[in-house]
């Protein structure tokens, strides 16, 4: 038996840890949802880049190994003269000194050792180290751009987190609203089986007719029909929710389905909003892109320095070969067919042309905030409207229902009232669903901080 209760205990606490409820789900959005992970890899990325471009300021240190064999003239020449042990041999002077000690000085037949020397093999290792020490302002210019590509990723994840919210949360209170719903045509239904006894024993003491039942059945499969439709659409919702959530979900706790009105103005939401942000970025990139053009304006200063050793075998007499150069160079184009000012104007108009649509974006987020707003109001006043029809349309079935009992009302007319309880359920729901999507649309507007 305690084995027994064991099992149950746990059964029931596995049960109810798989009802997970919105803010769980939240949590699990934000670590496991696919798209995210996606969208948190791009931002990885953007950092990278702007280490890239930062580590231009650094400069880079190669280290190059050349190999080499050859019988050219040059290159044999070049080879011994970078590992320090050319001759005067290598001239043809042994040549020269035979002929003149024969008394025939000859200054006009090539040398023969310095023209068709033996095969020689080159190695040579070179470390060398180049930075540059004024670029016109371009690498801090191209490094301001990638950091506001870091916020421009972040602020695109920031978005795309703030659409998966509002799906999820959406979904959870579209399941509210259903379960809610099929609760009151379950009722419904109970009714209709109350009244389907009423009507089979009317019949029987000869007070009701057949086609009374009839259409107490029909109505009865239409409603059965409804709450099938609804459990249908729950189960599309649990799908959809084990997809945004990359885990299978069976059973979630569902919020009230009354959702309050945020208490933001229009100007929390501006400054919060993140399409405005990501707006304000793209003007602060356009701005760094003028710098980097007009750094073509500017001279291009940069030193160099490299420490080398060169032998006919890898790394011999590397102390006694070795060699050093040192240098810096300034680079500045003086005239290049007016291309530079035209590349620069074109980054100004750009420039300009963000700025006009960052005062778009501001003024079509204001247009949409006054638009959720007043569509909100319309559906809360719907809203109270509805419930008001509701409740007279239950009493005013229940009044039929009555009636019918005492003969004085048809069936036909107890259906009709039914039928528009029902619509009256069905129009609250839809009501309820498109309020609660605004004010999801007026929390997104907000980056979620509602």
Same mark, same amino acid.
């Given at each position: 038996?305690?084995?027994?209760? @064991?099992?149950?205990? *746990?059964?029931?606490?596995?049960?109810?840890?798989?009802?997970?409820?919105?803010?769980?789900?939240?949590?699990?959005?934000?670590?496991?949802?696919?798209?995210?992970?996606?969208?948190?890899?791009?931002?990885?990325?953007?950092?990278?880049?702007?280490?890239?471009? /930062?580590?231009?300021?650094? %400069?880079?240190?190669?280290?190059?190994?050349?190999?080499?064999?050859?019988?050219?003239?040059?290159?044999?020449?070049? &080879?011994? *003269?970078? /590992?320090?042990?050319?001759?005067?041999?290598?001239?043809?002077? !042994?040549?020269?000194?035979?002929?003149?000690?024969?008394?025939?000085?000859?200054?006009?037949?090539?040398?023969?050792?310095?023209?068709?020397?033996?095969?020689?093999?080159?190695?040579?290792?070179?470390?060398?180290?180049?930075?540059?020490?004024?670029?016109? &302002?371009?690498?801090?210019?191209?490094?301001?751009?990638?950091?506001?590509?870091?916020?421009?990723?972040?602020?695109?994840?920031? +978005?795309?987190?703030?659409?998966?919210?509002? !799906?999820?949360?959406?979904?959870?209170?579209?399941?509210?609203?259903?379960?809610?719903?099929?609760?009151?045509?379950?009722?419904?239904?109970?009714?209709?089986?109350?009244?389907?006894?009423?009507?089979?024993?009317?019949?029987?003491?000869?007070?009701?007719?057949?086609?009374?039942?009839?259409?107490?059945? @029909?109505?009865?499969?239409?409603?059965?029909?409804?709450?099938?439709?609804?459990?249908?659409?729950?189960?599309?919702?649990?799908?959809? =929710?084990?997809?945004?959530?990359?885990?299978?979900?069976?059973?979630?706790?569902?919020?009230?389905?009354?959702?309050?009105?945020?208490?933001?103005?229009?100007?929390?939401?501006?400054?919060?909003?993140?399409?405005?942000?990501?707006?304000?970025?793209?003007?602060?990139?356009?701005?760094?892109?003028?710098?980097?053009?007009?750094?073509?304006?500017?001279?291009?200063? %940069?030193?160099? %320095?490299?420490?080398?050793?060169?032998?006919?075998?890898?790394?011999?007499?590397?102390?006694?070969?070795?060699?050093?150069?040192?240098?810096?160079?300034?680079?500045?184009?003086? &005239?290049?067919? %007016?291309?530079?000012?035209?590349?620069?104007?074109?980054?100004?108009?750009? &420039?300009? +042309?963000?700025?006009?649509?960052?005062? *778009? @974006?501001?003024?079509?987020?204001?247009?949409?905030?006054?638009? =959720?707003?007043?569509?909100?109001?319309?559906?809360?006043?719907?809203?109270?409207?509805?419930?008001?029809?509701?409740?007279?349309?239950?009493? =005013?079935? /229940?009044?039929?229902?009555?009636?019918? +009992?005492?003969?004085?009302?048809?069936?036909?007319?107890?259906?009709?009232?039914?039928?528009?309880?029902?619509?009256?359920? *069905?129009?609250?729901?839809?009501?309820?669903?498109?309020?609660?999507?605004?004010?999801?649309?007026?929390?997104?507007?907000?980056?979620?901080?509602?």
């Amino acid at each position: 038996m305690k084995y027994l209760f @064991a099992i149950l205990i *746990l059964n029931l606490s596995l049960l109810n840890a798989s009802s997970i409820t919105l803010d769980e789900a939240l949590d699990i959005l934000k670590e496991d949802n696919l798209e995210i992970k996606s969208a948190s890899l791009e931002v990885k990325s953007a950092r990278e880049n702007a280490k890239t471009a /930062s580590g231009s300021n650094w %400069g880079k240190l190669d280290f190059i190994q050349d190999i080499a064999r050859s019988d050219d003239a040059g290159n044999v020449f070049g &080879f011994k *003269l970078s /590992s320090r042990e050319a001759t005067f041999g290598d001239f043809g002077a !042994e040549e020269f000194m035979n002929n003149y000690m024969a008394g025939n000085p000859d200054y006009t037949t090539p040398p023969h050792d310095l023209n068709y020397p033996d095969s020689r093999s080159y190695y040579q290792s070179k470390l060398k180290y180049e930075i540059p020490l004024f670029t016109g &302002f371009k690498i801090s210019s191209y490094t301001n751009i990638m950091n506001s590509m870091i916020k421009m990723k972040s602020l695109d994840k920031t +978005k795309l987190q703030q659409e998966k919210v509002y !799906e999820l949360k959406k979904s959870f209170y579209d399941m509210a609203l259903l379960r809610t719903s099929e609760e009151n045509l379950n009722v419904i239904l109970k009714n209709i089986d109350i009244l389907e006894n009423i009507t089979q024993n009317m019949i029987e003491v000869g007070y009701a007719k057949k086609v009374d039942l009839l259409e107490v059945k @029909a109505k009865k499969g239409n409603v059965e029909r409804l709450i099938s439709q609804m459990q249908s659409n729950q189960k599309l919702l649990y799908h959809y =929710i084990s997809f945004l959530l990359n885990q299978k979900i069976t059973d979630i706790q569902t919020p009230s389905t009354d959702i309050e009105m945020p208490n933001l103005s229009d100007e929390e939401i501006l400054n919060a909003n993140v399409d405005i942000q990501r707006a304000n970025n793209g003007l602060e990139i356009r701005k760094n892109m003028v710098g980097v053009e007009q750094s073509a304006y500017y001279p291009m200063v %940069g030193a160099f %320095g490299e420490i080398a050793t060169a032998d006919d075998t890898f790394l011999g007499d590397a102390n006694d070969h070795k060699s050093y150069t040192v240098g810096a160079r300034l680079t500045w184009n003086i &005239f290049n067919g %007016g291309i530079d000012g035209a590349n620069i104007e074109k980054s100004r108009l750009e &420039f300009i +042309k963000t700025q006009n649509q960052v005062a *778009l @974006a501001k003024s079509g987020i204001s247009l949409k905030i006054q638009k =959720i707003r007043t569509e909100i109001e319309t559906f809360d006043a719907n809203i109270k409207s509805l419930k008001k029809e509701l409740n007279l349309a239950n009493e =005013i079935y /229940s009044n039929y229902e009555g009636r019918y +009992k005492e003969k004085l009302s048809s069936m036909s007319d107890v259906i009709i009232k039914q039928s528009q309880q029902i619509e009256k359920i *069905l129009q609250l729901q839809q009501v309820k669903n498109k309020r609660n999507e605004r004010i999801f649309a007026l929390e997104k507007l907000a980056n979620g901080d509602i």
